[in-house]
């Protein structure tokens, strides 16, 4: 059925093939329906064999992951990997961890090594899957609130939307995934929460991925304002990923204890803007990838700081 689809679409596929750009086509959700109806008859008719349930299980883990990836890349609506409440709040459908916990727990038990050239393993993937699908459901006062961009975004990443930095969906370790991209430019973005509040912390989380261009800033500076005209910087926070690093990593930039009362919310970088002197594309014009940008009236925001794990 797959093979029919594919070759009906006059899609090609190759081996870094990857499942959201063809939802359009041969992954469309019919197809993927179809598809999952007829692993569901047939793991029932070979269940409990030990030679043939097993091979239906390998067959099965390429729609699982396609049904995965959408999911997480749609976050929102009947195939996106979470529910929202009025109050802008997100849960994870329970439908979504269920086939995570059956994927992961199915690639480890036919020895499947890695998912793909980063040598993601099938644990790993589990992790970095759950530690999105998680922290996404964590609420925070600039939730939903307006941002205004000095500059704007690419619009080839969440189309260039200033909004996504503060939609609640925290971004997965994939710039496909979630995060704003500028190109060759400083980010300055500007969050009015509507009314004063106390702020306690602040956090905006980057990526970085030097085999796509994509570099840490240096730094990232954080003000705030009563009026949105009188701004006082109430911390300057220096990356601490080596800009060497191979592999996608995300460091939270966080000032704590803040300490202050304010309405509007300012984050700005300093960042390379060229790849540096070392780097394979010297010269040319480099990426930065932020998400969410969160303000906490107490309680202090998780600190992040992780390697490979993403695609």
């Known amino acids: 059925a797959a093979h029919d ?38 793991e029932k008719a070979v269940a409990g064999d030990p030679v043939f349930e ?47 916990d059956v994927f992961v727990r199915r690639c480890q038990e036919l020895g499947v090594p890695a998912l ?21 459901e964590k609420t925070h006062l600039a939730q939903g609130r307006p941002v205004q961009l000095a ?37 300055a973005a500007t969050i009015d929460l509507g009314a004063v509040h106390a702020i306690e912390d602040i956090g905006v989380d980057f990526l970085q991925d030097i085999n796509s261009w994509v570099f840490m800033p240096r730094s990232v500076r954080f003000l705030v304002s009563a009026d949105g005209r009188d701004f006082q910087e109430v911390g300057r926070v220096a990356a601490r990923t080596d800009p060497h690093l191979w592999g996608p990593q995300v460091e939270t930039f966080q000032v704590e204890q803040a300490s202050t009362r304010a309405r509007f919310i300012r984050v700005e970088t300093d960042s390379y803007r060229q790849c540096p002197t070392w780097h394979k594309g010297s010269g040319g014009p480099a990426w930065i990838f932020a998400d969410e940008i969160r303000v906490n009236d107490g309680g202090g925001l998780e600190m992040e700081s992780h390697g490979p794990g993403g695609r």
């Not at 990857?18 to 019919?30: H, I, T």
């Not at 609506?77 to 979470?82: E, I, K, V």
């Open 5 to 42: 689809a594919l070759a009906a679409s006059g899609e090609g596929l190759g081996i870094y093939s990857y499942p959201v750009p063809s939802e359009d086509g041969f992954l469309s959700a019919a197809n993927l329906d179809h598809y999952e109806e007829l692993f569901a008859q047939a």
């Open 54 to 100: 097993p091979r239906v299980w390998a067959a099965h883990l390429p729609v699982q992951f396609a049904l995965l990836e959408q999911a997480k890349m749609k976050a929102l609506g009947a195939r996106g990997c979470f529910t929202q409440a009025a109050s802008g709040a997100l849960t994870v459908r329970p439908e979504v961890a269920d086939r995570l």
């Open 116 to 136: 793909w050239e980063y040598g993601t393993s099938p644990r790993e993937y589990g992790d970095w899957t759950n530690h999105f699908l998680r922290r996404s």
């Open 151 to 187: 500059a704007p975004a690419s619009d080839k990443y969440n189309g260039g939307r200033a909004e996504s930095l503060t939609d609640g969906i925290r971004a997965w370790n994939d710039y496909h995934f979630h995060w704003l991209g500028f190109e060759g430019q400083e980010m």
